[in-house]
């Protein structure tokens, strides 16, 4: 554009259609045998005003079926690793915070919502891979926090929260550690808190510390 106005547009689109799909649009680099296959980038340009442009994908809406269907994954690695996706928001200028990133499932108003799974693969020839949630350090105030709630129902009891650590078919199975981390130079450590909720119409809810049963040797020590 020129001093006073805006660039112009780009617009990619296929035709529509009264009785069949419409037309799909390609972007892709070509194949290589000799080196590896070229990039292809989608970027906003930077600005000087105003928040930065926005870059949206989204599926197809259906009036009589599912919705479709956004995926993104890594190149496959036949020999060697697969690729890394990493999904992250820029850092922080001098002032301000860096952004948010946002993993939610829509609303649903005549059955249930979608679900959210995280998980790594099955592995046949070694361990599976970790996941790892952890809340960044900082130099001013509080530290972050972890909150971990299951959801609230009007008519029936409230979801579940399930901590359990992997089974070992052939050993121990994997140990649960909830510890809170030693004072500093001052202070104290953090508390552990354990407790049921209180009830207006009932009874509260019962707190079960036990071992389970062992059938070829000892209970375990509480």
Do not use: W, Y
Not at 126 to 140: L, P
């Amino acid at each position: 554009g020129g001093t006073g106005g805006t660039s112009g547009r780009l617009s990619f689109s296929s035709g529509f259609s009264t009785s069949g799909n419409s037309g799909a649009i390609l972007f892709g680099s070509g194949t290589a045998t000799a080196g590896r296959g070229g990039d292809v980038r989608i970027a906003v340009g930077s600005g000087t005003s105003g928040a930065g442009g926005s870059l949206e994908i989204g599926s197809g809406r259906s009036a009589s079926k599912t919705g479709g269907l956004v995926c993104l994954h890594s190149g496959e690695g036949t020999v060697t690793s697969g690729g890394i996706v990493v999904v992250k928001t820029a850092n922080a200028g001098v002032a301000g915070s860096s952004g948010r990133l946002v993993f939610s499932s829509g609303t649903a108003k005549a059955g249930n919502s979608g679900a959210i799974v995280i998980g790594s693969g099955s592995a046949t020839g070694g361990r599976g891979g970790a996941i790892t949630i952890a809340v960044g350090s900082g130099t001013s105030g509080r530290g972050g926090m972890i909150c971990l709630m299951a959801g609230r129902s009007t008519t029936s009891s409230g979801g579940d929260i399930v901590i359990r650590s992997g089974e070992g078919t052939q050993t121990s199975s994997g140990a649960i550690v909830i510890a809170s981390p030693n004072a500093g130079a001052s202070g104290a450590s953090g508390r552990l808190v354990f407790s049921s909720g209180s009830a207006h119409g009932g009874n509260s809810g019962a707190v079960l510390i036990g071992t389970g049963t062992a059938t070829g040797g000892r209970g375990g020590l509480v």
